[in-house]
């Protein structure tokens, strides 16, 4: 996709975000591997799950750095190796940020059904608005450039949707590890610096998102 410089001066702010974010999580995340922990991030997870009466989600093992998810649609948290195995701070907050998705699956949580329920039109939209939105600006086709824009908000409201979906899987996460005796305050320390560090992420993610948006609306403006 061409566009002019501006677009990166516009998003500059997120993408300066999103590089701090990602060194914050990385700088946070190798603290935390160091600081032991009473039971592996597999353990720590299924502890959470079943305290909630969760015995029916599996928990599997998958390859990959970070790779951590739960799948809502099989009800299977699949942790990445080294979470999975890990006894250490780093790998059971991980895995009790996932298990808590789990638990707002169980138990009803609207944020996380809206959020699921606009997966398909986010991924078709992250798909083809912007092609559509180039076709339309260069091609002088009005239509396409406002449907590229529309599929892109369906992007925008996900992203919008995910924050509170997963600033509560980790505030539940932080929660059922100390009630549930796996860490201490001390250790609470870590398991929130490590969290932390990753809603920020999820905060670039929308800023960007956003401004993506505010972008190709005022693009769409001087077209006109």
Known sequence: ?????????????????????????????????????????????????????????????????????????????RLSNEVYQSRTLAAVGIAAHEAGHALQHAFGYAPLAIRNAAVPAANFGSG???????????????????????????VVFFQLVNLPVEFNASTRAKEQLVSLGIIDQEGLVYVRKVLDAAAW????????????????????????
């Open 201 to 224: 992420t999820y905060v670039a993610a929308t800023l960007q998102s956003l401004l993506t948006l505010l972008y190709l609306l005022m693009r769409a403006q001087d077209r006109r």
């Open 128 to 154: 083809f608005s912007m092609i559509l939105f180039m076709i339309g600006l260069f091609a002088h086709l009005p239509m396409l450039l406002w449907l590229g824009i529309g599929l892109f908000g369906c």
């Open 1 to 77: 996709m061409i566009f002019n410089p501006m677009y990166f001066l516009f998003l500059a702010p997120a993408f300066l975000l999103a590089m701090w974010a990602q060194m914050k999580v990385r700088s946070t995340y190798a603290v935390a591997q160091k600081m032991p922990a009473p039971m592996s991030g597999a353990a720590a997870a299924r502890h959470v799950l079943n305290s909630a009466g969760l015995q029916d989600v599996e928990i599997e093992m998958i390859p990959g750095q970070l790779s951590d998810h739960y799948d809502p649609s099989h009800r299977v948290l």
